[in-house]
């Protein structure tokens, strides 16, 4: 078959399984760059055997709901590659954002010198590999209750070249039990609530301790905010991923647990909240 018949077929067989139909493409261009072949040369040509099969195998997954990363073992987060599996969360684009959020608060707030971060529940490690990678000043601790997580994590920092200290343990009590404190500390805790009704995609394929944030989701932010203060530095600031509809509990738990504290609360590309910023000892205003 041709590629423009299959990748038509494909596209089909996408919209009868409730799949988004723009997988296929995604897919195929990855495989085709796999080989270093490329799809827009050869759109009209006949789609070699080997290729066919792999790119049907991979495809009868994703008809499944499984995730094309998992098929892939790979997904690109701020333009590096990830190895990816059922033990840690897909990162997600919007985390990218908190990224570039983070790497500008480093600019504004430290802007020379080493700084200290940490990432807590750093999963495939995309966040702490990222924020390491952009700038070189950085001092990047990274930490996880999983150590199914965690060794994947530590592959990603090995293939990415980055050099990050890793510890296992549940949210702050290794850096407590190891003293240490910091003028970044970052999250992006499981934020969804217990009860809430997901895609199969996520639900059926990614680990659940990666997701849920107890009853009302929060409950990973509330166990940070009562212990940051031993964790952090005089003048530091936290940043943090959240739910687009956190908003309101959000800035009361801030608010309740941090009054000392000056915080705001960014939204992402879609115009959704996503991201909370969190500062202890400094001013908050980006210039
Ligand atoms: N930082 C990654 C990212 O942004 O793609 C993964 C974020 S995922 C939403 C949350 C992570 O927190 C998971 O890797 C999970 O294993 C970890 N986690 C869950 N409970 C934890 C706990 N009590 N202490 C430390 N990490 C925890
Ligand atoms: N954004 C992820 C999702 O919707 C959840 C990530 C998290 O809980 N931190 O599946």
Redesign the pocket.
Known sequence: MRFCDIVRLYEKKCEAADVPAETVLAFLVELTNQERYSLYLHYEDEMPEDLQKTFEEGMKRILNQEPMAHVLGYSWFYGYKFIVNPG??I??PE?EELCAGILARIDRHFPKGPVSCV??????G??AITVSKEEPRVVMDA????ES?LETAVKNAEVNEADIHFLS???LEPLKKAGKKYDVLIS???YIPEHEVMETSVVDFE?H???FGGEDGLK?YRMIFHDCREVLKEKAFMAF?MGWNQREAMSRLVEEILPEMKYEIAADMNGKDRMLYVYRGMEKELE
């Open positions: 840690v969360l990162p997600r985390t990432d807590i529940g750093t999963g495939s995309a966040i930490t996880d209750i999983s997580a343990g549940d949210m992006n805790p499981p680990p301790v990666a997701l990973f991923e």
